[in-house]
């Protein structure tokens, strides 16, 4: 494996009020010491991203920005297709194309259930092959060469 691919799903975001969209909800405190957590477990196993992506949602932008601020990773950059509710073979298209330029070690937060969706059809599944909790930070290798992913780690929040 040649290039290491973070999925981190967003952490606890508020519930949704009456007249409020989706879009807008942002972190609860929970959230906020999950993503602090997330970013604490990543320093001590030396999880250094050099690229941070993000859905463009206010609860996973405020993920990736506290993950990245806290873990000392750079700057988080938005990708509209890891918003919620993207069509995961079109997501895995644009990740395709992406991986040829990405650095060896990357992130991206998104959300649930598009992740569980493109992880698998990374890994040449169809159908689903893990469900991927708020705050979880799973691990897949990619090799160039051949094209090859393969899941090293998948682990949610409270077991940081």
């Not at 890891?82 to 040829?100: E, T």
């Not at 930070?137 to 090293?152: I, M, N, P, R, W």
Request: net charge positive.
């Amino acid at each position: 494996m040649d290039k290491y691919l973070y999925f981190l799903r967003h952490a606890t975001a508020e519930i949704i009020r009456p007249n409020q969209l989706d879009i807008d909800r942002c972190l609860v405190e929970k959230g906020r010491l999950q993503a602090r957590r997330v970013a604490a477990f990543m320093q001590r196993h030396a999880i250094t991203p050099t690229a941070v992506f993000s859905s463009p949602y206010p609860r996973a932008m405020q993920t990736a920005a506290i993950v990245a601020k806290e873990a000392g990773l750079g700057a988080v950059q938005e990708l509209p297709w890891l918003a919620l509710g993207s069509d995961s073979q079109a997501a895995l298209a644009q990740l395709q194309q992406l991986l040829v330029d990405l650095p060896q070690h990357s992130l991206l937060v998104g959300h649930e259930p598009d992740f569980s969706a493109l992880i698998s059809r990374l890994l040449g599944s169809e159908t689903g092959l893990l469900n991927v909790r708020k705050a979880s930070l799973s691990c897949v290798g990619y090799c160039s060469d051949t094209k090859q992913a393969e899941l090293q780690w998948s682990v949610p929040a409270r077991f940081m």
